[in-house]
């Protein structure tokens, strides 16, 4: 076994506080990783929160992971000691169903979906078809942690050009954009719209920019039409009528990051005929749709769901090979309550990252 | 001038009366037909009652039209005297944008959208962007009426094989669930599931079965379970949890046929990944969607509006070649406020169908 140390919650209402735990050493197909950096996600206020009425406590959030490669099992090709690795939200799936055959994890339809990198199976045993836990483990603990191990499939290259802890971000808020506008074919000269600039939505802009489209950001936050300026887009505040009505019908996509109960309404006339708004922020119930406004040009309303191994992977050397990054903010672990409720204030601009060097100061304790 | 009779609606709580009233003579392109048969549609009774906040009075409701021609405009070249002809929810379009270049009409993006049979035009001069009427009516009557006046190529030609009163409700309810199986790509071996089995929904079930997809009904009726297999499809419950559980991720496309609004979020389940859920019945605000369902499978939900004439007259065409037609009740214009309570009492199998002959007993009066 492996002695670890990291921040949980005890319960819904808890602040995160240190935690030693113990993790299995690596098996023949896994790699165990210490952990350099760890971005800071909404979903892990949520999760930490219970705000999705299915956390199992203790919680280690963290899925945004960055480390280096510290030991590996006897059967793994794929990495070696000392290379700089990163892992997503995902560390393991049923690798049966169709999803899975054909490289799309994150859509897994085994008995207990795809293994989180924290709090355990995406569909609990209690909730399996079958009432068997696959994975033989009711909790993950995730990268607000000392160390990881984890199979060598679920492990990512960080390329070169990337630095660490910018990678971070890519592994979740990264992906979960990329994806949709990938799978919506988002191309050159495509007019994209952005709703929400956070940690999802910096990223959103950055990755349809370096895709050749034309950016635009809806946002209610007056300061952030100057950043959108900056990241290279056009900002729009969402409730201005009259900025809205000459934008409609012209998008090819829009991607929506906010990442709770939102009123599409606004946004679907603004799509071309045929095309697609994706919500990608909001985990939950919706605010009723106007089907009128749906039928009329036959436009659709889809969600998506972070994205593959090789996605994620993909997104990763994309990033490096345009030179793009998320804007960070680097802070200690022992600052994490606070950037949770900034996160929640919108104040971060636009992802925190955790120095998980900063674990040492508990580990001396 | 030609001297027509129909029957209105005055104001949004009367009851359609006799109304006569004069149609301009055909013009070059136009063609001049005698009413034979008229469907009664869910939307006739919404547009009657200004259920959608946007009805101009009279109101002649009624776009399942079929007659016979009478007389030709000069230049018609597609229709002669005596021809069996069909008539649905549009009369012109634009022609010049982009979708009416493409034979997209009822996606019509011209200042006044595409013209209605009735109440038309769909976009009035003071909401059209340049604030102009392109059509120069501010409200045209439907086939509740004696005679009807047609540009040629909003005409369409009654194939052998279907009776005029049959072929009537094809015009609205066949094309409107025809164009999104066609345009979702439902093909032989698919799973079909339609929400709600009316005027819509019964030509949806024969539609999909003639397409060669296994057809499966949701409804609320118990009565309808029984007409679902007499149909050639399964009926369930929509309420039975039971019976949806084992239906989770097993349909290709499903279609929602019900007319107001309802709850989609039991069906998002039922769908396989990447697949849409498509509402044609409800042109208002729906029930909101649980993001989370849609996000999981990367599922969607769109809107289709009736269909383009070249679908209407392949869908026309489609029926006669699989030997299927809608099950009408063939009724008299003076039963008419009779047949709008049952319609929405759930009470006819499966469409009303008015014999226009009847209006010559208001002529004698």
Same mark, same amino acid.
């Given at each position: 076994?492996? #002695?670890?140390? *990291?921040?949980?919650?005890?319960?819904?209402?808890?602040?995160?506080?240190?935690?030693?735990?113990?993790? &299995?050493?690596?098996?023949?197909?896994? %790699?165990?990783?210490? $952990?350099?950096?760890?971005?800071?996600?909404?979903?892990?206020?949520?999760?930490?929160?219970?705000?999705?009425?299915?956390?199992?406590?203790?919680?280690?959030?963290?899925?945004?992971?960055?480390?280096?490669?510290? !030991?590996?099992?006897?059967?793994?090709?794929?990495? &070696?000691?000392?290379? /700089?690795?990163?892992?997503?939200?995902?560390?393991?799936?049923? !690798?049966?169903?169709?999803?899975?055959?054909?490289?799309?994890?994150?859509?897994?339809?085994?008995?207990?979906?795809?293994?989180?990198?924290?709090?355990?199976?995406?569909?609990?045993?209690? #909730?399996?078809?079958?009432?068997?836990?696959?994975?033989?483990?009711?909790?993950?603990?995730?990268?607000?942690?000392?160390?990881?191990?984890?199979?060598?499939?679920?492990?990512?290259?960080?390329?070169?050009?990337?630095?660490?802890?910018?990678?971070?971000?890519?592994?979740?808020?990264? %992906?979960?954009?990329?994806?949709?506008? #990938?799978?919506?074919?988002?191309?050159?000269?495509?007019?994209?719209? $952005?709703?929400?600039?956070?940690? /999802?939505?910096?990223?959103?802009?950055?990755?349809?920019?370096?895709?050749?489209?034309?950016?635009? %950001?809806?946002?209610?936050?007056?300061? #952030?039409?100057?950043?959108?300026?900056?990241?290279?887009?056009?900002?729009?505040?969402?409730?201005?009528?009259?900025?809205?009505?000459?934008?409609?019908?012209?998008?090819?996509?829009?991607?929506?990051?906010?990442?709770?109960?939102?009123?599409?309404?606004?946004?679907?006339?603004?799509?071309?005929?045929?095309?697609?708004?994706?919500?990608? *922020?909001? /985990?939950?119930?919706?605010?009723?749709?106007?089907?009128?406004?749906?039928?009329?040009?036959?436009?659709?309303?889809?969600?998506?769901?972070?994205?593959?191994?090789?996605?994620?992977?993909?997104?990763?050397?994309?990033? &490096?090979?345009?030179?793009?990054?998320?804007?960070?903010?680097?802070?200690?672990?022992?600052?994490?309550?606070?950037?949770?409720?900034? $996160?929640?204030?919108?104040?971060?601009?636009?992802?925190?990252?955790?120095?998980?060097?900063? /674990?040492?100061?508990?580990?001396?304790?």
């Amino acid at each position: 076994m492996i #002695k670890a140390i *990291g921040y949980a919650a005890k319960h819904s209402f808890s602040r995160l506080k240190p935690f030693e735990f113990e993790r &299995a050493d690596a098996a023949a197909d896994e %790699v165990e990783i210490e $952990v350099l950096f760890c971005g800071v996600c909404h979903s892990d206020i949520h999760q930490v929160k219970n705000e999705w009425s299915n956390t199992v406590y203790p919680c280690v959030p963290g899925h945004e992971v960055v480390g280096r490669v510290t !030991r590996i099992g006897a059967s793994v090709t794929s990495h &070696a000691i000392g290379d /700089l690795v990163g892992v997503g939200c995902m560390i393991d799936s049923c !690798r049966h169903c169709s999803p899975c055959q054909t490289g799309k994890e994150n859509y897994c339809e085994g008995p207990n979906s795809w293994l989180a990198t924290y709090n355990g199976p995406m569909v609990p045993a209690a #909730k399996a078809p079958d009432g068997h836990n696959h994975y033989g483990r009711d909790n993950t603990f995730g990268g607000f942690s000392s160390v990881l191990v984890v199979k060598q499939d679920f492990v990512l290259r960080i390329p070169d050009g990337l630095s660490p802890e910018a990678a971070a971000p890519i592994l979740c808020a990264g %992906v979960t954009t990329y994806s949709p506008l #990938k799978h919506w074919g988002v191309t050159s000269g495509d007019k994209v719209g $952005v709703i929400g600039m956070g940690g /999802l939505g910096h990223m959103a802009v950055k990755l349809a920019l370096a895709m050749g489209a034309e950016v635009t %950001v809806f946002t209610s936050t007056k300061e #952030k039409l100057q950043e959108a300026l900056e990241l290279g887009a056009t900002g729009v505040i969402e409730t201005d009528a009259n900025a809205l009505k000459p934008l409609q019908n012209s998008f090819d996509f829009i991607l929506s990051t906010i990442p709770q109960k939102h009123d599409l309404n606004p946004f679907i006339p603004l799509l071309k005929r045929d095309r697609t708004l994706c919500v990608v *922020g909001a /985990l939950e119930p919706m605010a009723g749709l106007d089907n009128q406004q749906l039928a009329f040009h036959r436009k659709s309303v889809a969600g998506s769901l972070i994205g593959s191994i090789a996605d994620t992977q993909e997104v990763l050397d994309f990033c &490096a090979a345009h030179t793009i990054a998320p804007d960070i903010e680097v802070i200690r672990i022992q600052d994490i309550n606070d950037a949770f409720r900034k $996160v929640e204030n919108a104040e971060v601009r636009f992802r925190y990252v955790i120095d998980m060097s900063s /674990l040492k100061l508990e580990e001396a304790a």
